[in-house]
């Protein structure tokens, strides 16, 4: 069976969180030479932009923050009017919906897998509206695929980004074993740890090495989940136990709840972390813990809502899937900001050949979630 879509009888739309924005953006000035230009942002302000975040957040530092940047650019740059309903528990992603149906959207944009009953039940019931959903297609209560007229998944080959975060792994551990762990075990996870799997069997293949991997069997799939994406002590005990049993690099793939794998390595010299969705770095809550973080595997999902709204404001809305990948720069390795000198020059240049031979096609990195 498919997740339960909650039904809600009746809907008071003022006693939702909503955000809206009606103003124009402002003027955005650039300056070039000795001249200076003012670039003005078109009015599309009848057209209305709306995102619906999951239990997350916007403010996540992970795929919600991603997507809802994703709506304020297309605020800025396109005139559009824009509408945000945050989730803050699963039971209030129906109403939210609804809320954003009521509130004539132009265009709902569900953030998360979680969100694939939502977004695609509002879809068959709504087809004058345009839908769009980060990380999960549709899908028939059985699983089979379902394509909707009204409705764009937006998708993205993580594994290809994740493949190059292994093999840095698997040349940087100093203990000859790394970790990963998942929120919960949806396909949009698991193909991160597919491909970060692949990538150290790779650096193994190469140089003659064992690195272990704890935390995931790809053949099997199946392996060590937290069970949310919210409750960060438990990436933080997750983490201690990799630790313990002697990981030095841990990759989590459960949005916030890697902030209890930063807290954890903090406690342990010679311990970092792999962010994912987002380069972590640049991420303000992640200010503390800086100098931890080794790389991210990250995906564009800002430039992907970016792309979907303006096309649907000028009237090109498509349904077929978006896919992010490392040639069209929907997914990446972010760089290694604070291990930038630590990664040895020949490692970053193996690296950098991998990512290439990927898009070119000669390196294929399957998983069984691939888009």
């Known amino acids: 069976m498919k997740k339960p879509i909650y039904v809600v009888a009746t809907l008071a739309v003022a006693a939702l969180t909503l955000g809206a924005c009606g103003a124009a953006p402002e003027d955005e000035e650039t300056t070039g030479g000795d001249t200076e230009t003012t670039a003005e942002a078109p009015d599309n302000s ?74 695609q039940a509002a879809a068959e019931a709504n087809e004058d509206l345009h839908f769009a959903l980060v990380d999960s297609a549709f899908s028939a209560p059985d699983f089979s695929p379902v394509e909707l007229p009204n409705a764009k998944p937006l998708l993205f080959n993580t594994q290809e980004a994740a493949f190059l975060a292994g093999y840095l792994a698997g040349g940087m551990t100093q203990t000859g074993t790394v970790a990963t762990f998942g929120g919960q075990a949806f396909p949009s996870v698991t193909i991160f740890m597919d491909g970060f799997v692949d990538g150290v069997a790779a650096y193994n293949e190469a140089h003659g090495t064992d690195v272990q991997v704890l935390g995931w069997d790809k053949e099997a799939q199946d392996g060590s989940m937290t069970g949310d994406f919210t409750n960060t002590e438990n990436g933080y005990n997750t983490t201690q136990q990799f630790i313990a049993a002697g990981a030095d690099i841990i990759l989590p793939v459960a949005g916030p709840v890697g902030a209890g794998s930063l807290s954890a390595a903090s406690e342990h010299e010679g311990v970092s972390v792999i962010w994912v969705d987002s380069d972590g770095y640049e991420q303000a809550s992640n200010a ?13 999902i800002g430039n992907s809502v970016f ?65």
């Open 46 to 119: 009848d057209f209305i932009g709306c995102m619906i975040s999951d239990e997350g957040g916007f403010d996540d530092a992970s795929f919600n923050q991603s997507g809802f940047e994703g709506l304020e650019r297309a605020e800025t740059e396109l005139g559009i009017t824009v509408q945000s309903a945050e989730s803050t528990d699963p039971g209030q992603y129906t109403s939210n919906a609804d809320a954003m149906v009521q509130a004539g959207c132009s265009l709902i944009i569900g953030v998360g897998f979680a969100l694939e009953d939502t977004i």
């Open 288 to 300: 503390e813990y800086q100098d931890l973080i080794l790389t991210s595997v990250i995906k564009l």
């Open 307 to 371: 792309d979907t709204i303006d096309a649907a404001v000028a009237g090109d809305f498509d349904p077929a899937p978006y896919v992010g990948t490392l040639e069209n720069g929907g997914v990446d390795l972010a760089p290694y900001h604070s291990f930038e000198d630590q990664v040895p020059a020949e490692l970053q240049t193996e690296i950098e050949d991998l990512r290439e031979q990927i898009i070119a096609g000669d390196l294929v990195i399957e998983s069984p979630s691939a888009n």
